[in-house]
Antibody, heavy 123, light 107 residues
Framework: EVQLLESGGGLVQPGGSLRLSCAAS????????MTWVRQAPGKGLEWVSS????????NYADSVKGRFTISRDNSKNTLYLQMNSLRAEDTAVYYC????????????????WGQGTPVTVSS | EIVMTQSPATLPVSPGERATLSCRAS??????LAWYQQKPGQAPRLLIY???TRATGIPARFSGSESGTEFTLTISSLQSEDFAVYYC?????????FGQGTKLEIK
């Protein structure tokens, strides 16, 4: 059974940092591209960042480029999102998601999602 | 950036009736369009990809279609568990973009 379990969210002051983790199980982690999607309170879904299975290619939303870094440790089956210079508008539930097709398919739609980890940026 | 526009924002429908949800892309996304269902407090669930292919385990009452840059999700006979928010997402270009959602509510 595929499972994605996010952790690392919490309350942080503006300008602060957090590192989110997503522990994956039930599938060959390194064979799939992974993505972070966020959802602000009462709002819709917003793509944040994606990474290929090998970790060699990353993409970012303009709203987080230069502040967030996506990475993965395939030996630990874990996806990360390092978030620096956090702003109030980064407040959201952050989901990790797995692409349905294997890496290099370049078809970024998501068949499994974690339960989400909440991030609140406030003083 | 490709803008995805969903309509209507809210759709009141009675159980057993048919629901038609729309999603328009600001430019061509080919057939690289997915639909998700999200219930309160839950993660999104993939319904449709490739504009019209149902994901594993999705009931046949859910169907997707396309006409140019217009995409439609149809639920043929609404069940109680179908009342939720639905999002479309294009994956043809970076950045990936979602529509703002359509809330399907009980009439």
């Amino acid at each position: 059974e595929v499972q994605l379990l996010e952790s690392g969210g919490g309350l942080v002051q503006p300008g602060g940092s957090l590192r989110l983790s997503c522990a994956a199980s039930g599938f060959s982690f390194s064979s799939y591209d992974m993505t972070w999607v966020r959802q602000a309170p009462g709002k819709g879904l917003e793509w944040v960042s994606s990474i290929t299975g090998s970790g060699g290619i990353t993409n970012y939303a303009d709203s987080v480029k230069g502040r967030f870094t996506i990475s993965r440790d395939n030996s630990k089956n874990t996806l990360y999102l390092q978030m620096n210079s956090l702003r109030a508008e980064d407040t959201a539930v952050y989901y990790c998601a797995k692409t349905l097709l294997g890496s290099a398919s370049y078809r970024y739609y998501f068949d499994y999602w974690g339960q989400g980890t909440p991030v609140t940026v406030s003083s | 950036e490709i803008v995805m526009t969903q309509s209507p924002a809210t759709l009141p429908v009675s159980p057993g009736e048919r629901a038609t949800l729309s999603c328009r892309a600001s430019q061509s996304v080919s057939s690289n369009l997915a639909w998700y269902q999200q219930k309160p407090g839950q993660a999104p669930r993939l319904l449709i990809y490739g504009a019209s292919t149902r994901a594993t385990g999705i009931p046949a009452r859910f169907s997707g279609s396309e006409s140019g840059t217009e995409f439609t999700l149809t639920i043929s006979s609404l069940q109680s568990e179908d009342f939720a928010v639905y999002y479309c997402q294009q994956y043809n270009n970076w950045p990936l973009t979602f529509g703002q959602g359509t809330k399907l509510e009980i009439k």
